[in-house]
C-alpha cells in the first residue's frame, strides 16, 4: 500500500519535476537578480544614512519653519516660474506699447521676483531702488534665481535684452 502511495506520488509529480528542471536556469537567474536588487538597496540606504550623519541633515533643518510652506496665500513655485517666464517676454517685447502698459508690467513682474525670492529665501532690495539701480538688482535677482534652478529667459548668459 506505501508502496503504491509512494508510485502515486512520483507520477503524479513528475511534470512538476520535469518543469523545474527545464526552468532551473530562469528560477535561479530571477532568484540571483533579487537578491542583486535587494543587495542595491540595502546599500544605498546605507549610503543615505551615512550622509545624513556627515551632513547632520538634521540639525540644518531643525530651525526652518515649515508653516509657512502651507500657507492658503503662498503661490507655487512653478505658477511663479511661468509668471515670471511671461511676464518677462512681455517687458523684454514691448515695443510700441504705452509707457503706463510697460511700467504696469514692470512692477508685476518685479512683484512676482520678490515672491520667488521670499519662496526661495533670497535676498532682494527691489522695492528700496529705483532708476538704474533697480534695473542692476532686477538682472543680479534674475541671475541668483537661475542660479538656484529657476530658468528665467532674461537670465541665459547668451540671450540679450532689446530695450524699447
Known sequence: ?????????AVASL????ALVFCADEIIDRVACGYAEWRDRRRERRTIARLDRAVEADALTRDIDLSGFDREDRRPLEQLAADLRRLGGQRVGASGRS???HGAVLQAY??????ACRALGITEH???L???D???????VEGVLHAAGLALPAARANHRQRHP
Open 130 to 132: 529705483e532708476g538704474v
Open 99 to 101: 509707457m503706463v502698459w
Open 15 to 18: 511534470p512538476a519535476v520535469i
Open 110 to 115: 518685479d512683484d512676482r521676483l520678490r515672491l
Open 1 to 9: 500500500m506505501l508502496l503504491l502511495a509512494l508510485a502515486f506520488i
Open 134 to 140: 533697480l534695473e542692476i538688482e532686477r538682472v543680479r
Open 126 to 128: 527691489l522695492t528700496e
